[in-house]
């Protein structure tokens, strides 16, 4: 780590950390719409990771003038180093991330800072708009609920109806004491692994329906490439979520884990089956038996869960071939 570059002289009522890496083009106007966020005390903290164009010294252009904002230089480690190291410099009692080619609503985060508060919860979901060219072309809205942070982790895992991204919610930063961020996540999952660290120690969570948070969809994005057969390094950081939950979580925590790894993990059978990797399907769908056997997966039917997951999980358990039959439907549909 290089330095760490100013820092407001009032304890600010929420602290935005904002991963950045080689994306020059668009740091700018993720800065520009957080200094729009008027209504509160806000503390900016930009963790350049290691950038080889001019984002870093675009980061340090904007702290020169501004004090709220932080900037902390590293080498490349990837999202989830950044995010976790991020942390360590918000002072806080609220937290939350922005990408940095992504942008927020004016006055939105003071929107949100509002419900945290008046909730009184630990975490707080929020929608978001997928935006391409500029134009928004989804938006999520989660419906209004209430529930502990084990019941969004397991809703999380098992139901995909709770959001595993970091950058559609406020933490209270004390969620991330004395947890440790050693693991070597550079790409592909580093939202869940953080959320699996801290959802259990949350007392109260809710979610709402307010969409401020505009995810840019662009060429060369991480999520971009992530969509191909590269896109396989998910199963690494979904195996080292594995071994966390089974050292550190309950069972009942542990159940949840295994059944998301093995959903991804016949995904990824069916997408390498179907790519012609047949050693690899081969080597997925050892592994993918072990984790079904030794958490009982199958006949595991969790509330509300994807009936395509279920599907995949009980079909490839039973009759791989019956699995990429109904992959290759799936996808053609």
Not at 182 to 198: P, S, W, Y
Request: glycine share 6%; aromatic share 12%; hydrophobic share 35%.
């Amino acid at each position: 780590m290089k330095n760490v570059r100013n820092s407001s002289k009032n304890t600010p009522e929420l602290s935005v950390v904002v991963p950045a890496y080689n994306i020059e083009n668009y740091i700018g106007r993720c800065i520009e719409s957080l200094l729009k966020q008027d209504t509160i005390d806000l503390e900016i903290i930009i963790v350049d990771d290691g950038s080889t164009d001019r984002t870093g010294s675009i980061a340090e252009e904007y702290a020169a003038a501004e004090s709220r904002i932080k900037v902390v230089h590293q080498e490349n480690q990837g999202l989830y180093k950044a995010r976790t190291c991020g942390v360590r410099f918000a002072s806080a009692e609220y937290v939350t991330f922005c990408d940095g080619d992504d942008y927020i609503d004016k006055e939105f985060y003071g929107c949100v800072l509002e419900k945290i508060k008046k909730y009184g919860c630990d975490v707080l979901q929020f929608g978001y708009k997928k935006v391409k060219n500029n134009k928004v072309i989804w938006k999520f809205e989660p419906r209004y609920r209430e529930m502990s942070g084990r019941e969004a982790l397991k809703s999380m895992l098992e139901t995909l109806q709770f959001a595993n991204s970091n950058w559609c919610k406020l933490y209270r930063k004390s969620l991330f004491d004395g947890i440790e961020f050693n693991e070597n996540v550079k790409c592909n999952d580093e939202d869940v692994l953080l959320q699996v660290k801290i959802l259990p120690d949350a007392r109260k969570v809710y979610s709402i329906p307010i969409a401020g948070y505009n995810y840019d969809i662009r060429e060369g994005s991480i999520v971009h490439r992530a969509r191909g057969m590269e896109g396989i390094n998910i199963l690494n950081t979904d195996r080292i979520i594995y071994e966390y939950a089974l050292g550190r979580l309950d069972q009942e925590l542990c159940k949840s884990v295994a059944y998301d790894y093995s959903a991804k993990l016949a995904y990824w059978y069916n997408k390498c089956s179907c790519a012609g990797y047949k050693a690899k399907a081969r080597e997925i769908n050892e592994l993918f038996r072990m984790i079904v056997k030794k958490n009982h997966l199958f006949g595991y039917f969790p509330k509300d869960a994807s009936s395509r997951r279920v599907m995949m999980i009980h079909s490839l358990y039973i009759c791989p071939p019956l699995c990429k039959m109904l992959y290759k439907i799936a996808v053609k549909g």
